[in-house]
T-cell receptor
Framework: EAGVTQFPSHSVIEKGQTVTLRCDPI?????LYWYRRVMGKEIKFLLH????????ESGMPNNRFLAERTGGTYSTLKVQPAELEDSGVYFC????????????FGPGTRLTVL | DQQVKQNSPSLSVQEGRISILNCDYT??????FLWYKKYPAEGPTFLIS?????DKNEDGRFTVFLNKSAKHLSLHIVPSQPGDSAVYFC??????????FGAGTTVTVRA
């Protein structure tokens, strides 16, 4: 069974540009999460989808970030326009339903904003 | 507001000895605690967990201890092996899906 995949693995953009990150969860997982780790600090929750619906987006930093999950399969996270402080590693995770089901993480996308 | 803290950014231990990783939390509403292991260029992978109703959970070489009154948990790895060299994240959650992570502890196991 394929794990969670993320694309691209690394993105370098200039301040003010737009970047779109993609996450493909494990097949059949209704729950999809986005997390971010900035500068070697803690991994912070961004948002949670249940199928195509946003269940919790309390961790989204501001309105420059837009996440979608059309059709309840893959998800995209767009940053527009990107700022220097957006640099970090963006992780996607997925899980079956249920609070205590394990979240499986993808390898992450390293975003560098210059 | 960081609710989960790992105050030791790094730990070096000799192969065969015990590794002890510590984690403190501030939110008394957390009821489930997890440890994740992360290798370079990979995502975190689940290692072991413990419910707040327990004070110890063991899985092979890995044991997690929870002290609710002190809001403290620890991960013991015995014996430590070279493949255990990785970043270890402590995480916690309330009765929902959202995980709150610490900043991680980098463990290096010396041969």
């Amino acid at each position: 069974e394929a794990g969670v995949t993320q694309f691209p693995s690394h993105s370098v953009i200039e301040k003010g540009q737009t970047v779109t990150l993609r996450c493909d969860p494990i097949s059949g997982h209704d729950n999809l999460y986005w997390y971010r780790r900035v500068m070697g600090k803690e991994i912070k929750f961004l948002l949670h989808f249940v199928k195509e619906s946003k269940q919790d987006e309390s961790g989204m930093p501001n309105n420059r970030f837009l996440a979608e999950r059309t059709g309840g399969t893959y998800s995209t996270l767009k940053v527009q326009p990107a700022e220097l402080e957006d640099s970090g590693v963006y992780f996607c995770a997925s899980s079956h339903g249920g609070h205590y089901n394990e979240q499986f993480f993808g390898p992450g996308t390293r975003l560098t904003v210059l | 507001d960081q609710q989960v803290k790992q105050n030791s950014p790094s730990l070096s231990v000799q192969e065969g000895r015990i590794s002890i990783l510590n984690c403190d939390y501030t939110n008394s509403m957390f009821d489930y605690f997890l440890w994740y292991k992360k290798y370079p260029a990979e995502g975190p992978t689940f290692l072991i967990s413990i419910s707040s109703i327990k004070d110890k959970n063991e899985d092979g070489r890995f044991t997690v201890f929870l002290n609710k009154s002190a809001k403290h948990l620890s991960l013991h790895i015995v014996p430590s092996q070279p493949g255990d060299s990785a970043v270890y994240f402590c995480a916690a959650r309330r009765n929902d899906y959202k995980l709150s992570f610490g900043a991680g502890t980098t463990v290096t196991v010396r041969a």
